[in-house]
Every structure is written in structure tokens, then in C-alpha cells.
């Protein structure tokens, strides 16, 4: 049941950005507009999600339910209080979000970026089918975070209920489907909250090959000097020169 949860919610997510692409309206709204997926590119990307769904995705969830049901997961009733699932959701998003970062770096690593994480890169314009196009070896590390926040989670609280994971799973899936869109709305999350990743960070990641190497929030890269694009680039020369301008105070 939690296979076939994940499939209908990545499938599922992921047809409306099909649609959109199909759109010449939304265009306006495109980060790279002059790059849009065709049906062939989208099927070969499909193909491959299938593959590493079945291959690496469908293992790890056969093996995730005994594991935290060992721990100490609940599976019954009554459910956990909303405020509950809503904290343990946020750790699992930081966790997650920290597990992301340093994986993702390593792999832009020359010798992995070359046999493993190049296979990610092939579109340098993302669409939301290709979220998951990856390396099954990549899509077994980079997973590892998704489900083994709760895991951690469960071993050390003995806290935990099955329907708070799949609540975590399917916001998972919306934040990678559409961080990998492509496209920028008025309306994107980023604009509400500014530590948010979303597609305007991750599009510029695959434009620019390097940079932007978080999932979900902004704080890895903003601390680490890891962001990419110009605005980016803008902020960390007002930032240098800053630096240059007090250190030359200190000397006068």
C-alpha cells in the first residue's frame, strides 16, 4: 500500500506539470522558457523513474514498515494530535534538508559526479517527471534521507505514527516534483517564506551545474557560500566588499 501511495503521488503531482508544459500560457512563467520537455524526453525520463522505483524505492519502503514498527511506530488508532505530526514533519524536512545538502555536494565530487550524478544532469531545464531521474545508486543515497528521518526518529523518541510518515512522504514528493518544474510563480512558496528552496533555487542548480545544493531550504548554501545564479553572485560581492571596506577601517 505504501508503494502504490508513492506511485499515484509522484504520478500523480507530476501529470499537472506535464500539462502545463503542454500550455503555451504558462510559458511566462517558465525559469528557462526556451527549454521545454518534449513527450519523447518525458517518456525516457519515466522510464528510468519506473526502473529505480521498482529496483531501489520498492525495497526500501518493504524493508521501512518492520523497521519502525521494531522501534516502536504505531499503526492504530486513535491518531496523534495535528500539532504533534505537524513538528515531527518539520524535524524530518531538516534532517532531510541536512542529509540532502552534504549527499548532493559529495556528488558533484568529480569521480561520483562522473559515474553517478551526471545521469541527474542530463536536463539542464527540469521538469517535474524528472524529480526522481537519477542513478539508482543516487536514488538509494539521496532516499536514505527521506526515510531515514523517521527511522532516527522513531529508534530515539519511540514516537511515532504511520500516518504522520505518510503525510511526510507525500509533502516530500510535492517539494521535489515541484522544486524540479521549472517554473516561478508570483504565487511559489519562496515569496511567503524566504528560507524556502523551491524551483527558482533548484532550477539555477541544473542550469549552472554547481551551487544550490539543498532540497528544501536556503540556510546550507547561504552559510556554506554554496548559492549559484547572479543575484546570488551580486550578494556575495556586496558581502566581500563589505568585509574589505571594515578591514580597511581597522587599518587607518
Not at 528510468?48 to 529496483?55: N, R, Y
Not at 539555477?204 to 554554496?226: C, K, P, Q
Request: aromatic share 18%.
Amino acid at each position: 500500500m505504501s508503494f502504490v501511495m508513492h506511485e499515484l503521488v509522484y504520478f500523480g503531482r507530476s501529470l499537472p506539470w506535464v500539462i502545463i508544459d503542454a500550455i503555451p500560457y504558462f510559458r511566462r512563467w517558465k525559469i528557462q522558457d526556451t527549454k521545454i520537455p518534449t513527450p519523447a524526453e518525458q517518456w525516457q525520463c519515466t522510464k528510468l523513474v519506473l526502473f529505480s522505483h521498482f529496483t531501489v524505492e520498492l525495497p526500501q519502503i518493504w524493508l521501512f514498515h518492520p523497521m519502525c514498527v521494531y522501534f516502536g511506530m504505531e499503526t492504530g488508532v486513535p491518531f496523534p494530535a495535528w500539532t504533534k505530526m505537524a513538528y515531527q514533519i518539520a524535524i524530518f524536512f531538516i534532517l532531510e534538508d541536512t542529509w540532502h545538502y552534504w549527499s548532493h555536494r559529495a556528488f558533484h565530487w568529480g569521480p561520483l559526479y562522473k559515474s553517478v550524478h551526471k545521469i541527474h544532469h542530463k536536463y539542464s531545464a527540469p521538469f517535474g517527471l524528472a524529480a526522481e531521474y537519477a542513478s539508482p545508486i543516487e536514488v538509494m543515497a539521496l532516499g536514505l534521507g527521506t526515510v531515514g528521518s523517521p527511522i532516527l526518529w522513531v529508534a530515539l523518541t519511540k514516537d511515532l505514527h504511520i500516518l504522520t510518515v505518510y503525510i511526510w512522504i507525500v509533502l516530500r514528493l510535492f517539494q521535489a516534483i515541484d522544486a524540479h518544474s521549472g517554473y516561478e510563480f508570483p504565487w511559489s512558496l519562496h515569496h511567503f517564506l524566504p528560507f524556502w528552496a523551491g524551483a527558482e533555487h533548484h532550477d539555477v542548480h541544473h542550469e549552472r551545474f554547481i551551487g544550490n545544493y539543498a532540497s528544501s531550504f536556503r540556510w546550507w548554501d547561504y552559510m556554506l557560500d554554496t548559492e549559484a545564479g547572479p543575484e546570488a553572485a551580486k550578494k556575495r560581492r556586496e558581502r566581500k566588499a563589505a568585509k574589505e571596506a571594515a578591514k580597511a577601517r581597522k587599518v587607518q
